[in-house]
């Protein structure tokens, strides 16, 4: 082995490693969430679509990709392009794959870091000035060709960028070595750590039939129809992030009291999640981990705000764009 190779398994192990970490804290990770990457000489090795940061170690998340090739494409200004998975890759690379690539750092970090969110969900957003690193503000777009658009325009002004906030998204974060990456997310994190809201003690209430639906044993989420202050926020506020729409829906299906909830079934409400007023949050059987990681963190984003943040939510074009309705669907919700 050269010393090259040595270099390369170095920087893997570190990645892995570091990636493990961060992707074992639910407010940094939620689910297949976030990802890595690291460059060497032509080739990116980037997480695989649908892997978790928290298997790093366990699994083979990451898969090399072409890098010059992608390079090229977007020299050419193609953002569509496909990345071309090397050496028999059997992984699918994932679709933020356009992202890292688009930053000159060799380790590149991409996260929806929970205390960061809680400041990208402002109307009134106002970077804490992290002292670390340049950073950069990107206004929301779709993930995708769309996001990966808008970054490379940013970064065309502002390439000395290592920190590029995404709005209602996450952020981006690249350093010359794992070491970097985490002093900078270290020190954004403490500069935008908020004191969550203290939690309101169970009223007691039981909503009688719930048949199809079993209570979510989670005390933060239950919160969101305990807390009056959350469950305001929860009616108007809902669609903030793109993975949280994708994996809960454009709208939360919100009742005032378990009587309201229960005349609705009777009507036929499709009822796969369920916020009753001062009673609880129910989910199907089958909600699963993934939906629950995203519901919590929606929680935990919605517990920093204070009482008097506006906060951004995706707009209806946004939301038919990234559920890819079709127009029909798209002029019906429009007309509601
Ligand atoms: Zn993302």
Redesign the pocket.
């Known amino acids: 082995m050269n010393a090259r190779d040595d270099k390369q398994d170095g920087l893997r192990a570190a990645v892995s490693s570091y990636c493990a970490r961060v992707g074992a804290d639910p407010l940094l990770v939620q689910g297949a ?3 890595a990457s690291w460059k060497n000489g032509d080739t990116m090795w980037v997480k695989a679509s649908g892997t978790w940061l928290g298997e790093a170690q366990r699994a083979d998340i990451f898969v090399p990709v072409d890098l010059a090739h992608l390079r090229a494409a977007i020299a050419a200004g193609d953002l569509d392009v496909v990345p071309r998975a090397l050496a028999g890759s059997s992984l699918r690379p994932s679709i ?1 794959t356009l992202m890292h690539a688009l930053m000159p750092q060799s380790v590149v970090l ?1 996260l ?1 870091a929970v205390e960061v969110l809680a400041h990208l969900v402002r109307a009134d957003f106002a970077a804490p000035a992290p002292a670390s690193a340049p950073w950069c503000w990107v206004d929301y777009h779709k ?1 995708g060709a769309a996001l990966a658009g808008a970054i490379a325009a940013r970064l065309r002004e502002q390439p000395e960028a290592q920190i590029v906030f ?1 709005q209602n ?2 952020v981006v974060i690249g350093g010359a070595d794992v070491g970097e990456v985490e002093a900078i997310l270290a020190s954004l994190l403490a500069c935008m750590r908020t004191e969550p809201l203290a939690p309101v003690a169970p009223a007691g209430a039981e909503a009688s039939t719930m048949a199809t639906l079993t209570t979510i044993p989670d005390e933060g989420i239950q919160q969101l129809a305990l807390d009056p202050r959350l469950y305001k926020r929860l009616r108007k506020e809902w669609a903030l992030c ?2 949280h729409v994708v994996f809960l829906g454009a709208e939360a299906a919100c009742y005032a009291d378990a009587d309201s909830f229960v005349a609705a079934q009777t009507i036929g409400a499709d009822a796969r999640l369920a916020f009753i007023a001062g009673v609880g949050v129910y989910a199907a059987k089958d909600f699963g981990a993934a939906r629950t990681a995203q519901l919590r963190c929606y929680y935990d984003i919605l517990v920093r705000q204070p009482s008097d943040a506006v906060l951004t939510t995706l707009s209806m074009p946004q939301l038919a764009e990234l559920l890819d309705w079709d127009a029909e669907r798209y002029r019906l919700a429009m007309a509601r």
Do not use: A, C, T, V
């Open positions: 969430g976030g990802n933020e991409h929806h993930p995404l998204h996450g793109p993975d």
